[in-house]
């Protein structure tokens, strides 16, 4: 028996995200303040491109002014420092977000650290981290908070729920257990060097796969009637694959995330909605 599971539709939801940040960014403008983002690329990553001006581009359909700051590959972590500094003086800007990964000449850390915590909009500061793993509101990384709200629109229920997040990031994992955690959720962290994960997949009534690597999740790691949410953005021979096989595991999950039009759109939509949200506290 093969049932086909629902599938979160992220680009739809996304899209109607989008136009209620358009309506309080329209509110804002009524007020002279127009919401202001900028965002830092180091180096000329063909991905890190793709996502920046889609970033960009849907910031400027809604009203936000938006700029990028490109710097060179070889860019010395002084530089950058200085670039972040006069982000944070800037009046105009209300969010900030430095592009990652970063050059190996520049220190991730010293970097995320010199971002104003109040213009943080990444929640990559460790202000920020701190507060959402105290459990505290805040400034929360994009890709989590649009996990979240995906699945709250869904009317998936997390309290309770065995939940498994394969990838310990920065960026992703960390930051999407502590708001599940906070939802209630009984969390487990997977990484590299976990054994059999496939076997504690098998337990979890919601998988996360946010590793980088093709279709790592198969159908032999869900338990029928699971949430699948595939964080993965791999490129292979050209083509957009996720870190779940969708074909095998759509048969068995009651819910699963397409790539692309899942988890990526979601992505840009919280970043749009948490620029306004700052821009609205400088009001
Ligand atoms: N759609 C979106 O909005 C976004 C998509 N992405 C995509 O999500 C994926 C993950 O990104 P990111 O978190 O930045 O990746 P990182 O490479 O920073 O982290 C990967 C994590 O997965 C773990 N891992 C790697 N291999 C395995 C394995 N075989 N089994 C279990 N765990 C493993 C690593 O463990 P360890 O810590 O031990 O090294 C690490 O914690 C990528 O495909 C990326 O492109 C990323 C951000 C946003
Ligand atoms: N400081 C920082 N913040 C980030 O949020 C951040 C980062 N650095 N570094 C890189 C990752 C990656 N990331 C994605 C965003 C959108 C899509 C996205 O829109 N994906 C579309 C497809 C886009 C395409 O065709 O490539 C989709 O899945 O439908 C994907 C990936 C944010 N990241």
């Given at each position: 028996?093969?049932?086909?599971?629902?599938?979160?539709?992220?680009?739809?939801?996304?899209?109607?995200?989008?136009?209620?940040?358009?309506?309080?960014?329209?509110?804002?403008?009524?007020?002279?303040?127009?919401?202001?983002?900028?965002?830092?690329?180091?180096?000329?990553?063909?991905?890190?491109?793709?996502?920046?001006?889609?970033?960009?581009?849907?910031?400027?359909?809604?009203?936000?002014?938006?700029?990028?700051?490109?710097?060179?590959?070889?860019?010395?972590?002084?530089?950058?420092?200085?670039?972040?500094?006069?982000?944070?003086?800037?009046?105009?800007?209300?969010?900030?977000?430095?592009?990652?990964?970063?050059?190996?000449?520049?220190?991730?850390?010293?970097?995320?650290?010199?971002?104003?915590?109040?213009?943080?909009?990444?929640?990559?500061?460790?202000?920020?981290?701190?507060?959402?793993?105290?459990?505290?509101?805040?400034?929360?990384?994009?890709?989590?908070?649009?996990?979240?709200?995906?699945?709250?629109?869904?009317?998936?229920?997390?309290?309770?729920?065995?939940?498994?997040?394969?990838?310990?990031?920065?960026?992703?994992?960390?930051?999407?257990?502590?708001?599940?955690?906070?939802?209630?959720?009984?969390?487990?962290?997977?990484?590299?060097?976990?054994?059999?994960?496939?076997?504690?997949?098998?337990?979890?009534?919601?998988?996360?796969?946010?590793?980088?690597?093709?279709?790592?999740?198969?159908?032999?790691?869900?338990?029928?009637?699971?949430?699948?949410?595939?964080?993965?953005?791999?490129?292979?021979?050209?083509?957009?694959?996720?870190?779940v096989d969708f074909d095998s595991v759509a048969s068995k999950a009651a819910f699963i995330?397409?790539?692309?039009?899942?988890?990526?759109?979601?992505?840009?939509?919280?970043?749009?909605?948490?620029?306004?949200?700052?821009?609205?506290?400088?009001?």
């Open positions: 028996m093969s049932v086909m599971s629902t599938i979160l539709d992220g680009k739809k939801v996304a899209a109607a995200w989008r136009l209620e940040t358009q309506i309080r960014v329209s509110q804002l403008l009524e007020h002279q303040v127009v919401p202001g983002l900028a965002v830092v690329l180091v180096g000329h990553d063909p991905a890190s491109e793709i996502y920046v001006r889609n970033k960009v581009k849907q910031a400027t359909k809604i009203g936000i002014y938006s700029v990028v700051k490109r710097l060179p590959e070889d860019t010395s972590e002084v530089a950058l420092l200085q670039v972040i500094r006069e982000l944070n003086a800037d009046p105009e800007i209300d969010g900030i977000l430095v592009q990652l990964p970063l050059p190996d000449q520049i220190d991730e850390e010293t970097i995320l650290l010199a971002v104003d915590p109040n213009k943080d909009v990444d929640g990559f500061h460790p202000y920020n981290f701190g507060r959402l793993w105290s459990g505290q509101r805040g400034l929360v990384p994009a890709t989590a908070a649009g996990i979240m709200k995906l699945l709250a629109d869904y009317r998936i229920s997390v309290a309770g729920k065995n939940a498994l997040v394969i990838g310990r990031s920065l960026i992703v994992g960390r930051p999407l257990a502590a708001l599940l955690l906070a939802a209630n959720a009984t969390v487990t962290i997977a990484h590299s060097q976990t054994q059999n994960v496939a076997q504690l997949a098998q337990q979890a009534d919601i998988v996360v796969a946010a590793l980088g690597v093709p279709k790592y999740v198969t159908s032999d790691f869900i338990k029928p009637g699971a949430v699948v949410i595939d964080v993965g953005t791999n490129r292979v021979d050209g083509k957009l694959v996720g870190d995330t397409p790539v692309p039009g899942g988890v990526g759109p979601m992505t840009i939509a919280a970043l749009l909605s948490q620029t306004v949200d700052l821009a609205q506290k400088r009001q």
